[in-house]
């Protein structure tokens, strides 16, 4: 794990919490938490047995490899794919300077390890919020671009602490019904903070300290954590999120470091869309082909992404109306509705026939998917793409399946890799 340094200036000390109070908040590198744990069953293997051997490795390598390398562990992201998975099948799967594409990108774990293989790497999303995760994870920052970066970091938490100690009254830029989830004096902090953000010339380094920002304002919420709204008391000191801010900084400063030092001389940025993953041909143009399509698509009735950032979108002013209205595999459109079933079988078919028209014809389409639920009812995704996958000219190349214990404590839920190529 990369670790951020102790910064330099003399803290004030720390008031202790309450004893019924849900966490400590500490300035200190946060470990990425996952939608299942690492720890699964006996893997079952389908298709040709080298490949099928391969798929397996890669999920064993996520049981064992360390969570955080690179940018991966800048900014939460609910249901991250584990970063050993495209670690160890990119390489295996594609060749220098092909084009991966991941049309479900949310904050850019394929797309990093695509940069790092030295892979031309393009995703799509329909969340704002993840793409500019993605954006800032991606980013190619130079020993300058970074000094640059961390003069303004600094200078940034000067301020802000000088507004803090003056009590500078300053515009709250969020709604009353969204400064419920604050106590007054952290909410004012925050809003210092942002403020000082917003006066950042250089529009790179200012979206980048906007999702810095991001990254910190749910931990100085009301609200228990990022899966869970529950509003809980938290005693915060005065400062605590401007130094919380610094080091979140610095450590990002040392990923960035990390990322620039591993990706091949003249590998080109990452290509970023916003839309809808069942529209490809038409967003990303009829002469765009890929060679490998690797993604993890939303695990059917599991999650609503509209609503996890819902505390960040509020701040940075990100509109979601898409996210809201065209968001596939939704939770609150899957539990217990007439058809659901076969809403989530009409989205994944029409997933999968923008991924055929976009892919190249030797390309190959690497899927990595957790089983569903709904209507109440558990849906195996392999079966289910299996079922689909032949009638737009998909067919199964090999596949690799284990059960992993979910986090919620209810029954083991299977994840698999299922590798297809064209048929025609």
Known sequence: MVKA????????????????????????????????????????????????????????????????????????????????????????????????????????????????????????????????IAETRCALRDPASRARFGRTLHAIALASEDRVRMREKVEVPISRAERAYYDP?????????????????????RRALELLFSAIVVKFSRQRADTNEELVKKRIRKGLVTEFFERKGEELLLRWAALYEAVPEGTDPVRLWMGDARRLPDLLGRRFS????????????????????????????????????HEIGARRNLSGQAGARKRWDDELHAVLSAIEGV??????????????????????????????APELGLSLLAGASQPRPDFHGGVPRREHLILMARTR
């Open 5 to 132: 340094p102790k910064t330099r200036r003399k803290r004030e000390p720390r008031e202790t919490h309450e004893r019924q109070e849900p966490e400590v908040l500490e300035p200190a590198p946060l470990r990425p938490r996952y939608s299942l744990t690492h720890r699964g069953g006996e893997i079952e293997r389908h298709g040709d047995p080298k490949l099928a051997e391969l798929l397996a490795s890669a999920l064993v390598a996520s049981e064992d490899a360390p969570d955080d390398e690179l940018t991966h562990g800048f900014h939460s992201h609910p249901a991250r794919m584990h970063p050993a998975l495209p670690a160890k099948l990119i390489p295996e799967l594609s060749e220098r300077d092909s084009i991966i594409l991941d049309p479900f990108c949310g904050s850019g774990t394929v797309l990093v390890e695509a940069l790092a293989h030295g892979r031309r790497a393009a995703g799509v999303d329909l969340d704002p919020l993840a793409l500019r």
């Open 290 to 325: 890929a060679s490998l399509v690797f993604t993890s698509p939303p695990y059917g009735g599991t999650y609503d992404y509209a609503r996890h950032h819902a505390r960040r979108h509020a701040w940075l002013g990100l509109d979601t109306s898409g996210l809201r209205a």
């Open 185 to 205: 004096h952290v909410m004012l902090e925050l809003s210092g903070l942002y403020a000082e953000i917003s006066r950042v010339a250089d529009e790179a380094d």
């Open 359 to 388: 892919l190249s014809r030797d390309g190959k389409v690497l899927f990595f998917v957790g089983d569903a639920e709904v209507a109440r009812t558990r849906v195996a995704a392999d079966e289910q793409l299996l079922r689909l």
